[in-house]
């Protein structure tokens, strides 16, 4: 069950970029990252209410609005949104970079950096810029730069929320957590497209982008994520941490399979080197963490015997 439910995050939340490429060719991205966002946390929290599950209480409010903010309102808003105007693949290659941006966050807060992690930089560095080689002309268009403006965004609030939620991880249940952060993220998109003038008439909402919305809502929203919570909690972080590497696969091959959308050398070496790269910075990640663990356990073991 355990490689079941890595095998879904594998493919489903690849195909995720694909089915929102599709939905925000016909309508606004921000309105429908709203929409699934609605009915996904809506489902979640109907279904905790019926359970009876307890509800988060005191400062667990203020974690879950951060992430609701962080994760769901910027990461996946903008994600969704960047889409709109760069291909499905080139989305889920720059959103498999966030693990760049939690080594240089860290660094900044004082962290050193392991030699691993900074060639993992340099190698991920690398791989972007042979990706972009090929799309240097794009970069003309105002739309191209700012979907990238826009993806590039997105990552560096995914990595600040991941970091977020190491530090203040909620104490409940996880899944009505991310019910609570996806119907908050709702609301706030909802207020910012009615507001601004950025929605349409749920009437005027073509059924194909429809079809994209139940797909995200059924397959991305909960399938993907109850899997995903699963597969955290039985697999080791090497064989868990796979997704990240094989998501952007799949989105650029269904891209070009369905929407035509660019492939060639560039973008396969492009890509490889950029995966590979990150392969080390996540390596380097978790045995920071591991080391961090042991010397937190001697100390335990350390202190009893000093005093």
Same mark, same amino acid.
């Given at each position: 069950?355990?490689?079941?439910?890595?095998?879904?995050?594998?493919?489903?939340?690849?195909?995720?970029?694909?089915? %929102?490429?599709?939905?925000?060719?016909?309508?606004?991205?921000?309105?429908?990252?709203?929409?699934r966002q609605f009915i996904g946390g809506s489902i979640y929290i109907c279904f905790f209410i019926f359970k009876k599950a307890p509800w988060p209480k005191g400062k667990q409010w203020k974690t879950i609005l951060i992430l609701s903010v962080l994760n769901f309102a910027l990461s996946n808003g903008l994600s969704t949104w960047g889409v709109k105007?760069? %291909?499905?693949?080139?989305?889920?290659?720059?959103n498999a970079i966030f693990p760049l941006w939690i080594v240089i966050i860290?660094?900044?807060?004082?962290?050193k950096l392991a030699r691993l992690a900074i060639l993992g930089l340099i190698v991920s560095f690398s791989g972007v810029?042979?990706?972009?080689?090929?799309?240097?002309?794009?970069?003309?268009?105002?739309?191209?730069?700012f979907g990238i403006f826009l993806s590039i965004i997105a990552?560096?609030?995914?990595?600040?929320g991941s970091l977020y939620t190491k530090k203040k991880a909620a104490t409940f249940n996880p899944y009505f957590s991310l019910g609570l952060q996806m119907f908050i993220s709702s609301s706030i998109l909802l207020t910012i497209t009615e507001t601004t003038g950025m929605s349409v008439s749920l009437n005027? $909402?073509?059924?194909?982008?429809?079809?994209?919305?139940?797909?995200?809502?059924?397959?991305?929203?909960?399938?993907?994520?109850? *899997?995903?919570?699963?597969?955290?909690?039985?697999?080791?972080?090497?064989?868990?941490?796979?997704?990240?590497?094989?998501?952007?696969?799949?989105? $650029?091959?269904?891209?070009?399979?369905?929407?035509?959308?660019?492939?060639?050398?560039? $973008? *396969?070496?492009?890509?490889?080197?950029?995966? %590979?790269?990150?392969?080390?910075?996540?390596?380097?990640?978790r045995r920071t963490r591991r080391l961090a663990v042991l010397n937190e356990k001697q100390k335990e073991t350390l202190e009893p015997l000093i005093s």
């Open positions: 069950m355990p490689i079941l439910a890595l095998a879904v995050v594998c493919f489903c939340w690849g195909t995720t970029w694909i089915a %929102s490429k599709e939905g925000v060719r016909h309508m606004p991205a921000l309105q429908l990252a709203a929409i105007f760069i %291909s499905s693949g080139l989305g889920a290659i720059l860290t660094f900044f807060q004082g962290e810029c042979v990706i972009f080689y090929d799309h240097l002309a794009d970069f003309m268009q105002a739309d191209f730069r990552t560096i609030t995914w990595a600040f005027s $909402i073509p059924v194909t982008s429809w079809y994209a919305i139940g797909y995200l809502v059924i397959v991305g929203s909960i399938m993907s994520f109850i *899997a995903y919570v699963y597969m955290l909690q039985k697999l080791p972080a090497e064989i868990s941490s796979i997704y990240a590497y094989i998501n952007p696969i799949v989105a $650029i091959l269904l891209g070009a399979l369905l929407f035509e959308e660019t492939l060639n050398i560039a $973008i *396969a070496i492009g890509g490889t080197i950029t995966l %590979s790269g990150l392969f080390m910075v996540n390596k380097s990640i």
